[in-house]
């Protein structure tokens, strides 16, 4: 097992994982059809509506989803996480797909363009945290609320270190977060 720590998209991870650079990543929603790869659920994140400040909708508390429905969207390409991408647009917009007016590659750039009154995006709560800008204001949504699945992806079968890493991730999932960052 390799140790180290690195970070990209989901995508990005579940290649690494199939051409064996990796024994383990955390990924949200991976592909489930892949009978070489495991996936342990260790947490659900919320997610949240980014909104020029100027925009009618930031003097709202919650939205619902119909109040975005003529909104135009930033977001990141399909891409970057094919699984997320379609569980959030699914969760949010339902069968009527949303107008996706531009695409950007991080979500830094994403925010950039809200900040600009570009269109509204969608991201998780934690992230929000992480991204305050200028300009952008976050929203919850009006319950339920749309929520993406963060787990451990490893492959099959899993060595002795990576089963004990994912055992350690499922046991931390579990325990009660802090409360030490702002929120919505």
């Given at each position: ?14 290649e ?32 949240v ?24 969207l ?13 569980s ?42 992480i ?17 993406v ?8 079968p ?27």
């Amino acid at each position: 097992m390799q140790i180290g720590a690195d970070s990209g998209s989901t995508a990005e991870n579940v290649e690494r994982l199939r051409c064996g650079e990796l024994d383990v990543a955390f990924v949200h929603n991976p592909p489930t059809d892949d009978v070489n790869l495991g996936w342990i659920d260790i947490a659900t994140q919320r997610l949240v509506v980014a909104v020029p400040s100027v925009h009618p909708l930031s003097r709202r508390r919650r939205l619902a989803r119909e109040h975005l429905a003529d909104v135009p969207l930033v977001y990141i390409p399909r891409r970057n996480s094919p699984g997320v991408y379609d569980s959030i647009l699914a969760q949010v917009y339902g069968g009527q797909p949303p107008d996706v007016l531009r695409t950007e590659p991080t979500m830094e750039r994403v925010l950039v363009a809200v900040s600009e009154g570009v269109g509204v995006t969608l991201l998780l709560d934690e992230r929000a945290a992480i991204f305050r800008r200028p300009g952008v204001t976050f929203r919850r949504f009006a319950d339920p609320e749309p929520t993406v699945a963060l787990g451990v992806a490893f492959r099959q079968p899993p060595s002795l270190a990576a089963r004990r890493f994912v055992d350690l991730a499922q046991e931390l999932g579990r325990q009660p977060r802090l409360a030490d960052r702002p929120r919505l």
